[in-house]
């Protein structure tokens, strides 16, 4: 029996993919599921327009991405910390820090997307990556300046 996948299957294909099954496999599991479709013309036109659909999301989805990464990349941000003697810090800047000062400036992003592996507690400039979506990090300049 041939069907059409709505979502993809581990062992069977992707979303939108016309594939032969058993009946039984079909009626019992990926019909009422909602996972398949009965492939007939009509089912076909269907899973066409919704592949085309699903692949101009993905290239508007990339493209949002790609700006996102660049505007992160021209980004620099300013953190004052208070300092005592010898240049020592007082606390540290974690993620939070970073997020409210990205979101200062006009950046939504996941506070969890910062990928600082642990809090700065010197003064300095550092490069700071940022997870976009799973393939693409962008990286901000972040500078720690005493107050």
């Known amino acids: ?7 993809d299957v581990n062992g069977l294909g992707e979303a939108g993919d016309v594939v032969s ?4 496999y079909a009626r019992n599991k990926l019909v ?6 009965r492939a007939s ?8 327009e919704r592949k085309q659909i699903s692949k101009t999301r993905k290239v ?3 493209a949002a991405y790609e700006a996102m990464v660049e ?7 300013t953190i004052e910390a208070q300092v005592g003697e010898e240049e020592k810090m007082f606390g540290s800047v974690t993620t939070l820090d970073i997020h409210k000062a990205l979101e200062e400036k006009g950046i939504e992003v996941d ?3 910062i ?5 700065i507690k010197a003064l300095g400039i550092y490069h700071v990556p940022v997870r976009v979506s799973a393939d693409l990090n962008g990286d901000v300049k972040i500078y720690v300046i005493k107050s």
């Open 1 to 7: 029996m041939d069907i059409i996948l709505l979502q």
């Open 21 to 24: 099954v058993k009946p039984g």
């Open 32 to 37: 009422p599921e909602g996972l398949a479709l």
């Open 41 to 48: 013309k009509r089912n076909l036109a269907v899973a066409d």
């Open 60 to 62: 508007r989805e990339v």
């Open 71 to 77: 505007t992160l990349s021209k980004t620099e941000i």
């Open 111 to 113: 506070r969890h997307a």
């Open 115 to 119: 990928m600082l592996e642990e809090p």
